[in-house]
Structures are given as structure tokens and as C-alpha cells.
């Protein structure tokens, strides 16, 4: 099974609100990642959080880890149209060690921002 | 921009076809992925590998197979492709270590007819 669960699977938002999708996992990690995957189109990397820091900012972005309840949520702020995307968030399983660990993905969140 | 290249973009191919995925990457990266996602669908882990001459199976059970003879090329091959295979596939990279950002290609959507 996938390492990461998301909540909600779809948010529908109006352009300027606030975006929240929330991520949880299952087992001990290093850092979680948020990637952006627009329609048909593959992943692209967001903003990585490791596993001693609580929050994290990027531009609009701002993403908590809370490695207690192991679960982490991304805040999408002041959202545009151009936000609506499906966003994932990933953590590495380490079958081992980092260097034969292999990148799981959660279900993600797909986000409408209506204009 | 990511450096990772995929081919072809579209596939519609007929049922028993033998296929090659290509996937390419030019950023030196050791570990490379296939992950395969229906629309709207979370993201599958088929088949991954740390480094040059290693592969190994991913999370969900596939056909599929791959080989990693160089660095920066990473091919999936179906030897005999069903309705079952349509789906898109993504090829993905990253360097060794633990805090390290994966880079996709921008995917490869098959469809067996």
C-alpha cells in the first residue's frame, strides 16, 4: 500500500481563499515532499520539509510536519486559478538505506480554484 | 526546467504488440522510477532502480519489465500488451541520499486497443 494518505481527494475553492490538504503516512521518515502535477503532465517538486523542522515556507506555500500524529499538511495561500492541480505528497521507504530507498507517493488532493 | 525526457508522449497500440517505453535522463542521477497512474489516480510504484545494473519490483505488481544497462537511461518493455496496460506511465529520478528532490518526465499515456 501507498505510504502516504491524503485528505481531502478533491477541494473546490474560490480564487483568494486558502487551500488546505492534509497527508499522512505510516512509517518513520527523514522528510516528507510535496510535488504538483497539472492534467496529463508529470510531477513537479514543491517543497521538501525534513523531519526536525515543524513548518516550512515557499512563496504561497507553507507546509507543517507534525511527525508525532506522522501526518503533514500544505496551505495554499491567497489560491489563484492557476493553482488547480493535483498535489501529492511523497516519502521515501527505505528498503534498507537511502540509497536503495524507493519514493512512495500518497493519493493526493486534486484542487479547482474557480476564477 | 527537469532533464528527463520520455517517448513516445501518445501510444495507441493493438493487444499482443511488443512495446518500449523510453525514458532518459541527462542529470547523472543514480536512482530512476516507473510509476503508472490512471486519471485521477494516485500514483504507482512498478519498478525502480538505485543505480546501473540494479532493478527491482515496485509496490504494485506489473508485466512489465526494465533494464538499466546506463546511467541515464531507464527503458520499460512490455513483451505482449493488453487492454489491462492502458494507462499513463511516469519515469522519475533523483540523486542517492535523503533529502533529495525526484524530477519526472512528462509521462507517456498508452492506450491498447
Known amino acids: 500500500s501507498q505510504q502516504g494518505e491524503e485528505d481531502p481527494q478533491a477541494l473546490s475553492i474560490q480564487e483568494g481563499e486558502n487551500a488546505t490538504m492534509n497527508c499522512s503516512y505510516k512509517?518513520?521518515?527523514?522528510?516528507l515532499q510535496w510535488y504538483r502535477q497539472n492534467s496529463g503532465r508529470g510531477l513537479v517538486h514543491l517543497i521538501l520539509?525534513?523531519?526536525?523542522?515543524r513548518e516550512k515556507h515557499s512563496g504561497r506555500l507553507r507546509v507543517t510536519l507534525d511527525t508525532s500524529k506522522k501526518s503533514s499538511s500544505l496551505l495554499i495561500t491567497a489560491s489563484r486559478a492557476a493553482d488547480t492541480a493535483s498535489y501529492f505528497c511523497?516519502?521515501?521507504?527505505?528498503?534498507?538505506?537511502?540509497?536503495?530507498?524507493?519514493?512512495?507517493f500518497g493519493q493526493g488532493t486534486t484542487l479547482q480554484v474557480k476564477p | 526546467e527537469a532533464d528527463i525526457y520520455q517517448t513516445p508522449r501518445y501510444l495507441v497500440i493493438g493487444t499482443g504488440k511488443k512495446i518500449t517505453l523510453e525514458c532518459s535522463q541527462t542529470?547523472?542521477?543514480?536512482?530512476m522510477y516507473w510509476y503508472q497512474q490512471d486519471p485521477g489516480m494516485e500514483l504507482h510504484l512498478i519498478h525502480y532502480?538505485?543505480?546501473?545494473?540494479?532493478?527491482e519490483k515496485g509496490d504494485l505488481s506489473s508485466e512489465s519489465t526494465v533494464s538499466r544497462i546506463r546511467t541515464e537511461h531507464f527503458p520499460l518493455t512490455l513483451e505482449s500488451a493488453r487492454p489491462s496496460h492502458t494507462s499513463q506511465y511516469l519515469c522519475?529520478?533523483?540523486?542517492?541520499?535523503?533529502?533529495?528532490?525526484?524530477?519526472f518526465g512528462q509521462g507517456t499515456r498508452l492506450t491498447v486497443v
Open positions: 522519475a529520478s533523483n540523486q542517492i541520499g535523503e533529502n533529495t528532490e525526484a524530477f
Open positions: 532502480s538505485y543505480g546501473v545494473n540494479s532493478t
Open positions: 512509517t518513520s521518515i527523514n522528510n
Open positions: 520539509i525534513r523531519s526536525n523542522e
Open positions: 511523497a516519502t521515501l521507504d527505505y528498503h534498507g538505506s537511502s540509497n536503495t530507498g524507493k519514493l512512495i
Open positions: 542529470m547523472g542521477h543514480d536512482k
